[in-house]
């Protein structure tokens, strides 16, 4: 259906798979490939088809690897800061903000750029064989694609000051307990878990998952009240179409038909 370089882009029934397909750089995130995410993720948004999003890396060595070292280990002081905002805003944002379900299968290596990829995404799930971590100062740089900011949200402050300082990588099942990932499955487990999951999603409201997304969002924006996005989106619900026949399709006890 799409045509990339850098990427795979399926889809079957309502789950969409993009897949990072560049094995011989480990998936590394290059402008291109970025780029063409961003593609990706927008003609999927609205393609209302598409109830829930995968994101995973091919191979089973690495989800990605990082970004792309090659790339900016010339730039200057503008060039990296334009390097980070740029990739923030047509990526790791616009994933976050995204209004459908976006689930990061970690089928590998998942570091720097790569675990700020994973973690820009709603929510995770490893293979046992991942390694994730946020190597940048032992490239003398630091995380640029709100790994700063997304890694104590999910596993505490704490936990992610020694993960950035040492640089070091954790395992799948540490990611597991320290509420990184959500589920840690053998590789060959870790699709059909994700569609697993992807078909509890598919089962509710679309319309009512985009408002929940943006209201759990606002817990994590600066100067927003979230209480008050929930309020106004709670509200919202109510013009619906799809709460007119999530609530009759339960008062005549039936499924709803979303
Ligand atoms: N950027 C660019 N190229 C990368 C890359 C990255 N982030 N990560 C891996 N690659 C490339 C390697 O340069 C190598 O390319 P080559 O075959 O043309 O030399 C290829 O991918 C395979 O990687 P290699 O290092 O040979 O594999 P390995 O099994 O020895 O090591 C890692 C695996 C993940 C430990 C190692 O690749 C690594 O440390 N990568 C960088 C991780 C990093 O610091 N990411 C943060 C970037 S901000």
Redesign the pocket.
């Known amino acids: 259906m799409m045509n990339f370089e850098n990427i795979l882009v399926q889809q079957n029934e309502g789950i969409a798979k993009i897949t990072i397909n560049r094995p011989?750089?480990?998936n590394?995130?290059?402008k291109n490939t970025i780029a063409e995410l961003h593609e990706a993720f927008k003609l999927l948004e609205v393609n209302k088809a598409v109830k829930v999003i995968i994101i995973t890396g091919s191979g089973e060595?690495?989800f990605v690897?990082?970004?792309?070292?090659?790339?900016f280990a010339n730039f200057s002081v503008e060039e990296g800061t334009e390097l980070a905002r740029k990739g923030q805003e047509i990526l790791f944002d616009f994933i976050q903000n995204l209004s459908t379900p976006v689930i990061a299968a970690i089928n590998g290596?998942a570091?720097?750029?790569?675990l700020e990829l994973a973690m820009a995404a709603h929510f995770r799930i490893a293979s046992s064989n991942a390694k994730m971590g946020?190597?940048?100062v032992?490239?003398g740089?630091i995380?640029?694609y709100g790994g700063t900011q997304r890694l104590p949200q999910l596993v505490g402050k704490g936990k992610a000051m020694e993960m950035i300082m040492s640089a070091s990588m954790i395992s799948a099942e540490e990611a597991k307990e320290w509420g990184l990932v959500n589920y840690v499955v053998e590789h060959e487990e870790l699709i059909p878990l994700c569609e697993n999951v992807a078909a509890k999603i598919m089962r509710n409201s679309s319309v009512a998952i985009g408002a929940a997304i943006k209201a759990i969002n606002a817990n994590y924006t600066n100067c927003v009240n979230g209480y008050s996005v929930e309020i106004e989106n709670f509200g919202i619900s109510f013009g619906t179409d799809d709460f007119k026949e999530g609530t009759t399709a339960f008062l005549e006890k039936r499924k709803p038909n979303f």
């Open positions: 011989s750089k480990l590394a995130l290059n060595k690495a690897a990082g970004a792309d070292i090659s790339e290596f570091l720097g750029g790569g946020l190597p940048e032992s490239l740089v995380p640029g």
